[in-house]
């Protein structure tokens, strides 16, 4: 029988009752059904598109790694392990958010959302102050890279990290922020052409590698354990906290570091791509004739 964990309430679980250890919270299943509800009917009525059937495409894998991260096992085992937790970041932070960047799902959530939600956004968005000029700020590239990497380092810190595992309050912000902010940033690296030249999505994603290496560096070759929650759940997994943080570290390093590279290396790509089509292959010139022309002499036809 499947056991749900529902809010981790009790001990972490060990190995020998993981595959039992779902996260059926009801209202994170009524919220992704609901959204995934909304997506599919704003879907419908564009009219599907090729380009809208891609965009499903990303938005739909988009939630299937967010399943995989707070739905499956991984999630229960993530307060058992600062490893599994780790990889649950990497699906939201570099799996999730990017997809849903990608997806553009703004349009067709507002489109399959009912009429009163439409209606809210408005009033909504004028209560909060959220003018025209204050997005365009918020998108800014420097701040959104900013905002991110702050989120990142902070969730990251001893504090933040055990008050997220013992409340589970703290801990669905805690990965809120991580997709919201990871969003912003995929989104303005990833339709940065529309706003600055292509180079600077390059410079963003090779600048957030950088600081993401750098962390997982500190967490890899620390001398302590920097979390005290994972004190003693580590045992029945067969490590110790330390080595359990070291492994977190080279997930963080490793395969974050290859998804920060091959965006990189694609932007790249794109950018150049960009640059002939807007430019043309260069041509030198060719060698000027070095006799001199009759002024008298008709032009040849």
């Not at 990833?190 to 999505?201: A, Y």
Request: hydrophobic share 50%; with cysteine; aromatic share 10%.
């Amino acid at each position: 029988m499947l056991i749900p964990v529902l809010a981790h309430v009790g001990r972490p679980v060990a190995p020998h009752d993981v595959w039992g250890a779902w996260n059926l919270d009801p209202p994170l299943l009524l919220g992704l059904f609901l959204i995934s509800w909304a997506y599919w009917r704003g879907e419908v009525r564009s009219g599907r598109h090729e380009v809208d059937r891609r965009h499903g495409r990303c938005f739909f894998a988009a939630l299937v790694a967010v399943v995989a991260a707070l739905i499956s096992p991984l999630d229960a085992m993530s307060h058992a392990l600062a490893s599994a937790h780790m990889v649950q970041h990497v699906l939201l932070l570099l799996v999730a958010a990017p997809l849903l960047a990608l997806s553009s799902p703004a349009g067709a959530l507002m489109r399959g959302s009912p009429m009163v939600v439409r209606r809210a956004t408005g009033p909504l968005r004028r209560r909060l102050g959220l003018t025209r000029a204050r997005q365009d700020r918020l998108r800014h590239p420097a701040v959104v890279w900013a905002l991110h990497v702050g989120t990142i380092w902070f969730w990251h810190a001893g504090v933040p990290y055990d008050t997220a595992l013992r409340n589970e309050a703290v801990h669905v912000v805690e990965h809120v922020s991580f997709v919201v902010t990871g969003l912003l940033f995929w989104h303005v690296v990833l339709h940065v052409r529309r706003r600055v030249s292509g180079g600077l999505g390059v410079l963003l994603v090779f600048t957030m590698s950088l600081q993401s290496v750098f962390l997982s560096m500190l967490l890899t070759f620390a001398s302590a354990p920097w979390y005290s929650g994972y004190a003693s759940s580590t045992r029945s997994w067969g490590l110790d906290p330390l080595g359990d943080q070291q492994l977190a570290g080279l997930i963080m390093w490793i395969p974050a570091g290859l998804v920060y590279l091959g965006a990189g290396l694609a932007l790249l790509i794109g950018w150049i791509k960009a640059s002939e089509r807007d430019h043309g292959p260069y041509c030198p010139p060719g060698p000027r004739s070095t006799k001199a022309r009759d002024p008298w002499r008709a032009p040849t036809q």
